[in-house]
């Protein structure tokens, strides 16, 4: 009988070993000594949740930008602890989660444990505004490590609010877990959205709420939208649905008045929309959406040919009518876009997101792209705003030079200190196939070549469907300017070696150095169309 018992503690004891590190490195073994980025250490007790939160200890050191972070804080005394107190935490994420080896989490600063009762209390964390609502989100499957960072850089000028990002490295119970980014979520608070609590009738009734389209996965309250999803000849498909979650306040927070209220607001909005009556007939002005916000936000999902736009974590919210009665979009979750999906033509650049529907019905998908954006864009009042925003865009912070900089700005910052070497020790992922990758890079250097060429095609299609001339586009390898990729480039930029020489066309492989790789990596290019 003894013996049974033993066994039977032994079995629990393992499985609540592996329970505790789900999702743990495949290499434990990686050391970190020092660090550009802010050291995050996670001292976890328990096994690690997802729909509840559970106490944790954080400790986060950062010295400041361009100043090294030494792990070993009792050999270097002195340094900077950003924070250090307990914290609510719980896995987040949906496919991020499921298919990940490497586990984003959700996290909310405590003034004491959980089983002492603690409440959330507001920091502020690497430079960014006091809240209690974080995230780490964990690339994985974004090889790069920056796809998420670049969209909201690219949003940024333009929508009322984007979340903010740093990255940092995470060690979890003494193992390193490699480079995460330590996020703002799209949450309301002073430097959030700025979004009051609703009220129970009136104008205060009418705000502020935060909702979602989201799949009904059966795990979160949902409600059906009163129209199905379209085809690309304009068509409904009624045996397919679109649903909202609630996001801002939480469901279970909601008065039924004010879930009435929001639900009334949306099935407006989209009564109008399937009518094309949403425009004030004498102004013609939206009187249900803010259409430069939604506007900003299809350019977000189409530069990255976003697979889960629209469909997926596609969040809008709505002030009190005083202030705006208009909804407005946010930006979240791109680590599956620029070319970084194989699935229902993610990888392409010639085609436009927000058309999948066919692609989308034909598959099988219950997950589709509401009717919404259809209809906006077969109005040419907003098509012709939309070509006027590209031009915009393309003006000043998306000319392939700025885009191009700010790549290898966050290459930069991921690379000088050793982070992406050591993540990479951690996660072995060069040359292997990881969910949902198009193109399985080599290095780290192919994978910013690979994501540098599929931008720069994908915005010279957009220019050529907005109607942009596209004078500024940089093409990578187009080295003797003919605005073609040749054989006579590679002649021209051996030529340009042999001088030592240099332009930003010709640094191929995008590692800041013109030499003998490029030529390689031209060839590649040239043979790949």
Same mark, same amino acid.
């Given at each position: 009988m003894k013996r049974v018992i033993l066994i039977a503690v032994l079995v629990a004891g393992t499985l609540q070993t592996l329970a505790q590190v789900v999702g743990a490195p495949t290499n434990k073994y990686v050391r970190l000594t020092s660090t550009n980025l802010p050291i995050v250490w996670l001292t976890v007790d328990g096994t690690m949740q997802q729909d509840e939160r559970i106490t944790a200890r954080m400790k986060i050191l950062h010295n400041g930008d361009g100043i090294t972070n030494y792990a070993d804080t009792v050999a270097h005394l002195g340094q900077h602890i /950003? =924070?250090?107190? =307990?914290?609510?935490?719980?896995y987040r994420g949906k496919?991020? =989660?499921?298919?990940?080896?490497?586990?984003?989490?959700?996290?909310r600063p405590l003034n004491r444990p959980l089983e002492e009762g603690g409440s959330w209390v507001k920091v502020s964390l690497l430079g960014m505004g006091k809240d209690n609502n974080w995230a780490l989100l964990g690339p994985y499957a974004d090889k790069s490590m920056l796809r998420d960072l670049l969209a909201f850089e690219i949003s940024r000028p333009w929508m009322e609010y984007t979340p903010q990002g740093r990255y940092c490295e995470v060690i979890y119970n003494g193992i390193y877990y490699g480079v995460y980014i330590l996020s703002e979520v799209v949450s309301k608070g002073r430097y959030r959205l700025h979004l009051d609590d609703p009220g129970e009738e009136g104008d205060e009734l009418s705000g502020g709420y935060l909702m979602e389209v989201e799949r009904d996965d059966g795990k979160q309250p949902v409600f059906m939208s009163n129209y199905c999803p379209v085809l690309n000849d304009g068509s409904f498909i009624p045996s397919r649905h679109i649903y909202f979650c609630y996001r801002i306040p939480d469901y279970e927070d909601l008065t039924e008045a004010q879930t009435e209220y929001i639900q009334d607001r949306i099935n407006q909005m989209e009564t109008a929309l399937s009518r094309n009556q949403y425009r004030d007939p004498e102004n013609g002005e939206c009187i249900y959406i803010? /259409?430069?916000s939604f506007i900003d936000y299809q350019l977000a999902m189409e530069i990255g040919h976003n697979v889960d736009g629209y469909r997926l974590s596609g969040k809008f919210f709505k002030r009190r009518d005083s202030q705006d009665p208009r909804f407005k979009c946010v930006v979240w979750d791109m680590n599956l876009a620029y070319g970084n999906a194989d699935y229902h033509d993610g990888w392409r650049t010639d085609t436009w997101i927000y058309q999948m529907n066919d692609l989308l019905n034909a598959s099988g998908s219950t997950n589709m792209v509401p009717f919404w954006w259809y209809m906006?864009?077969?109005d040419p009042t907003y098509t012709a705003q939309l070509r006027a925003r590209w031009a915009q865009y393309r003006s000043s912070n998306l000319t392939m030079e700025r885009l191009n900089h700010t790549i290898d700005s966050l290459v930069t910052v991921l690379t000088v200190g050793g982070a992406e070497r050591r993540n990479s020790m951690a996660y072995p992922r060069w040359g292997t196939y990881v969910w949902p990758n198009y193109y399985i890079a080599a290095n780290y250097a192919d994978e910013i070549a690979y994501l540098k060429r599929w931008l720069r095609h994908r915005i010279k299609w957009m220019d050529e469907q907005l109607g942009f001339d596209g004078t500024d586009v940089l093409v990578i390898g187009d080295v003797n300017d003919d605005d073609e990729l040749t054989i006579a480039d590679v002649g021209a930029l051996i030529d340009m070696i042999l001088n030592d020489a240099s332009s930003r066309s010709a640094d191929v492989n995008g590692d800041g150095e013109v030499n003998i790789a490029d030529v390689a990596a031209l060839i590649d290019l040239i043979l790949q169309g």
């Open positions: /950003e =924070y250090d107190g =307990y914290v609510g935490i719980r496919s991020s =989660y499921t298919y990940s080896s490497k586990k984003p989490y959700s996290f803010d /259409e430069m906006l864009n077969n």
